[in-house]
């Protein structure tokens, strides 16, 4: 199956059909998905912003991460299955959709951003835990997130103005 006929499939669901034809279910999804944006990406943007050495500085770097990390993932896996499914209800204009692909190409990248973070910048969060300025590689992890979470953020909002 390709990924247009998949779309395709994916849309003549139940659950897609809910989506377009209830009177608030879109309305309801998106609010939910901008909502969890914010609690993930909000928190996410202290935690970059620690990176950076720009705020919170009296804070170690692994703490604000444990405070922070239950907002980011919760809002962060609330707003993947809402999206998913606002995604099913128009899987074949998202899947032709310009920003959509931005939106998904940028998700991917900020995955391995937040991978190579944890697999070899925090290996050495020891040595710089509590630095008023972090290294150059977590400053480099917090600024590309900044720029990949804005990139998804300014991609998803103009999905709302060329998909329909």
């Known amino acids: 199956m390709s990924v247009l006929g998949f779309c395709e499939w994916i849309e003549m669901t139940w659950l897609a059909t809910q989506v377009r034809e209830t009177a608030y279910g879109f309305s309801i999804l998106a609010t939910i998905h901008v909502l969890s944006m914010t609690f993930s990406v909000g928190t996410l943007i202290w935690f970059d912003l620690r990176l950076l050495g720009a705020t919170l500085q009296?804070?170690?770097?692994?703490?604000?991460?444990?405070?922070?990390?239950?907002?980011?993932?919760?809002?962060?896996?609330?707003?993947?299955?809402?999206?998913?499914?606002?995604f099913a209800g128009y899987a074949t204009r998202s899947y032709a959709n310009t920003a959509f692909r931005i939106k998904l190409a940028t998700l991917v990248l900020a995955g391995v951003n937040a991978l190579v973070y944890h697999v070899l910048t925090e290996r050495g969060i020891a040595g710089w835990d509590e630095a008023l300025k972090p290294p150059p590689s977590a400053k480099a992890a917090g600024i590309i997130s900044l720029i990949l979470w804005t990139t998804i953020i300014v991609a998803g909002r103009t999905m709302a103005y060329t998909l329909f």
């Open 58 to 86: 009296p804070q170690r770097v692994s703490r604000i991460y444990r405070q922070l990390m239950p907002w980011m993932m919760g809002g962060f896996v609330i707003s993947v299955v809402s999206g998913a499914i606002l």
